[in-house]
């Protein structure tokens, strides 16, 4: 059945795409890290552990500045998070809104993932600072789960963001969320396994490519429940009309490829260096043609 929608475009550009994009792999590479060093056992996977903090905080730093180019006034972001209104200075924070949540738990993110690069990047200088001795303990996992929750969160909220909008194809779904989550967390395994190739054994970069593999099942399911909800809508003909099917064309290959790894137990020789770029080619062409598709 056809929905209406009263929605004008937001006529978002590239500065949104990136922001989208690379928050899915920031997000995605803590919560990497933080299932390697909860659940990898004996330090097994520590340099790929190292790499994966190493990665989400510069990647994250990115996200506020392309928001901020977005809005086109530095002002107008530093005014989502803080009131400067006479009488009313304090905390902005609005629950009701989807997009103040989402820039605080992004500031929230940004700051758990800064402790996380300066104790990771002190210890792999041979440093005991501070900050080293507070992740090295229980304090440290508490800070490392807190910010897998928040980067679960930053990974999935831009999809969520969509589909709370009143825009043709975004809120005719309601897997949007999942879809970025896990097609974040498969681009993620393969820029932190691709990092991790000279550091990390044989072992590691096994289990990081049976990781992508099930993220790609995952995301594999998102989307074919996404164009069932979009047909149950009419709107599936907005996202492969007008030469959008060629990205979907991407987006299957990446997923081919990360199915293969899994199949496979991993990529070897030419394939290990064409699967993390067509797994991240395909993660951007996705949310390139949910994007502008509707717009």
């Not at 530093?78 to 304090?90: A, D, K, R, V, Y």
């Not at 800064?114 to 996992?141: I, K, P």
């Amino acid at each position: 059945m056809d929905h209406e929608h009263f929605a004008v475009s937001p006529d978002w550009k590239w500065y949104i795409l990136l922001y989208f994009f690379l928050a899915g792999i920031a997000g995605g590479a803590y919560v990497i890290g933080a299932l390697l060093r909860l659940a990898g056992g004996a330090g097994r996977d520590r340099a790929a552990e190292r790499l994966a903090f190493l990665v989400a905080f510069p990647v994250v730093l990115i996200c506020p500045i392309l928001l901020t180019l977005d809005l086109g006034s530095p002002g107008r972001f530093w005014h989502m998070l803080i009131n400067t209104t006479p009488g009313q200075g304090g905390v902005n924070f609005v629950s009701r809104s989807p997009m103040s949540v989402g820039v605080w738990a992004l500031s929230l993110f940004a700051l758990v993932s800064f402790v996380t690069f300066v104790a990771t990047l002190s210890e792999v200088r041979g440093g005991r600072g501070a900050a080293v001795r507070l992740m090295a303990g229980a304090g440290g996992s508490l800070v490392v789960l807190a910010g897998a929750l928040l980067g679960l969160f930053v990974a999935s909220y831009t999809g969520v963001l969509l589909s709370v909008s009143n825009q043709a194809v975004w809120s005719d779904t309601w897997t949007l969320g999942g879809l970025f989550l896990a097609s974040g967390m498969s681009a993620a395994a393969v820029v932190v396994a691709q990092f991790a190739r000279r550091r990390a054994g044989a072992g590691t970069e096994r289990r990081l490519a049976e990781a992508d593999g099930w993220f790609a099942v995952v995301e594999l399911l998102f989307v074919v429940l996404f164009f069932i909800t979009l047909g149950a809508a009419g709107t599936a003909g907005t996202v492969l009309g007008h030469g959008w099917a060629l990205l979907w064309v991407v987006v299957g290959l990446g997923l081919l490829v990360s199915l293969l790894g899994l199949a496979r137990r991993g990529m070897a020789g030419a394939m290990a260096v064409v699967t993390p770029v067509l797994v991240v080619l395909g993660v951007f062409a996705l949310r390139a043609v949910i994007i502008f598709s509707p717009q």
